[in-house]
């Protein structure tokens, strides 16, 4: 089994920051996903990586996907309450079934 | 838009005893999957199934069953339930197989005493 190592754990910031959470692996990935986990609900994705060094934005969300596809970030620019929730990283090795990792637990003061 | 649709929600079971975790989605998704949270630990893998009459293992797939007679439903069994398997368990389903976007149900909160 491959492992997404995911850092850090948790994450309390106040509203109006900025914040970046890693995901990171020894191996190469075919393709990263990004989900988001809100409390009593599944994950639901945000966005999926492909290519190496690849940028995606989704409003105030940037998604990086590392040159070497083994790590990929997120950053959060001016962080809202509505972005508190778990965000995991999932990636895919070649055609293996896909891994997620432990997750970060972010959650914005207002 | 029902989606992925799993029961019960919430269940309490005394070690031993067998129980069913239902699945059904209505997106017409060959692949289906379930699996269990923990704290610190993420989303781990138990069983999957790429169409009807083929399933396989995830990583945990130990004290589990599964089977897919349709499409739409993937239940997962407990065969002898131990606190161990006290977990929140999630079914989900995609069209694109691995590396597609995984549409997940609520969950289903599983003690078990």
């Known amino acids: 089994t491959q492992l997404l190592e995911q850092s850090p754990q948790f994450l309390s910031i106040q509203e109006g920051e900025n914040l970046?959470?890693?995901?990171?692996?020894?191996?190469?990935?075919?393709?990263?996903?990004?989900?988001?986990?809100?409390?009593?609900?599944?994950?639901?994705?945000?966005?999926?990586?492909?290519?190496?060094?690849?940028?995606k934005k989704l409003k105030r969300l940037t998604f990086q996907f590392g040159d070497a596809r083994k790590d990929s970030s997120l950053h959060i620019t001016a962080a809202q309450p509505g972005d508190t929730g778990l965000y995991l990283c999932a990636g895919a090795f070649g055609n293996e079934k896909l891994t997620f990792g432990t997750g970060t637990r972010l959650t914005i003061i207002p | 838009n029902a989606g992925v649709t799993q029961t019960p929600k919430f269940q309490v079971l005394k070690t031993g005893q067998s129980m069913t975790l239902q699945c059904a989605q209505d997106m017409?998704?060959?692949?289906m999957s379930w699996y269990r949270q923990d704290p610190g630990m993420g989303l781990r893998l138990i069983h999957y199934s790429v169409g009807a009459g083929i399933t396989d293992q995830g990583?945990?797939?130990?004290?589990?069953?599964?089977?897919?007679?349709?499409t739409e439903d993937f239940p997962l069994r407990l065969l002898s339930a131990a606190p161990s398997q006290t977990s929140v368990y999630f079914c989900a389903s995609t069209l694109g197989g691995v590396?597609?976007?995984?549409?997940?149900?609520?969950?289903?909160?599983l003690t078990v005493l």
Request: net charge negative; hydrophobic share 25%.
């Open chain 2, 99 to 109: 590396g597609g976007e995984l549409f997940f149900g609520e969950g289903s909160r």
């Open chain 1, 20 to 55: 970046t959470v890693y995901c990171n692996s020894s191996s190469v990935f075919s393709s990263l996903q990004w989900y988001r986990q809100e409390p009593g609900e599944g994950p639901v994705l945000l966005v999926t990586v492909v290519t190496g060094g690849e940028v």
């Open chain 2, 59 to 70: 990583e945990v797939p130990n004290g589990y069953n599964v089977s897919r007679s349709t």
């Open chain 2, 28 to 31: 017409n998704h060959e692949y």
